[in-house]
Nanobody, 121 residues
Framework: QVQLVESGGGLVEPGGSLRLSCAAS????????MGWYRQAPGKQRELAAT???????TYADSVKGRFTISRDNAKNMVYLQMNSLKPEDTTKYYC???????????????WGQGTQVTVSS
């Protein structure tokens, strides 16, 4: 089994910063892309940022220039540095990873339980 555990969420004032972390553990042979998604109540989950194992990144237009995704392949971790936070960034953030559990396995997608980010004065 593979587990993804997020941390780092919380309450921050507009214009502030937070850093989210996600640790992948369990039976892992390799991890391809990792990412951060967010989902507000009653809305579809949407991409915030992704990063490949080679370090290629993609960002949603709404977070470009404010958020930075990075990863530590040796530790199976992915991070999201969020700066200049806005009230509209308030939602739950989910970590995602494309994992091969064994060399012969197909790639499967795993999700964390999410961490709440609230931007409010």
């Amino acid at each position: 089994q593979v587990q993804l555990v997020e941390s780092g969420g919380g309450l921050v004032e507009p214009g502030g910063s937070l850093r989210l972390s996600c640790a992948a553990s369990g039976s892992i042979f390799s991890i391809n892309a990792m990412g951060w998604y967010r989902q507000a109540p009653g809305k579809q989950r949407e991409l915030a940022a992704t990063i490949t194992s080679a370090g290629t990144t993609t960002y949603a237009d709404s977070v470009k220039g404010r958020f930075t995704i990075s990863r530590d392949n040796a530790k199976n971790m992915v991070y999201l540095q969020m700066n200049s936070l806005k009230p509209e960034d308030t939602t739950k953030y989910y970590c995602n990873a494309e994992v091969k559990r064994f060399w012969y396995d197909p790639i499967s997608t795993y999700w964390g339980q999410g961490t709440q980010v609230t931007v409010s004065s």
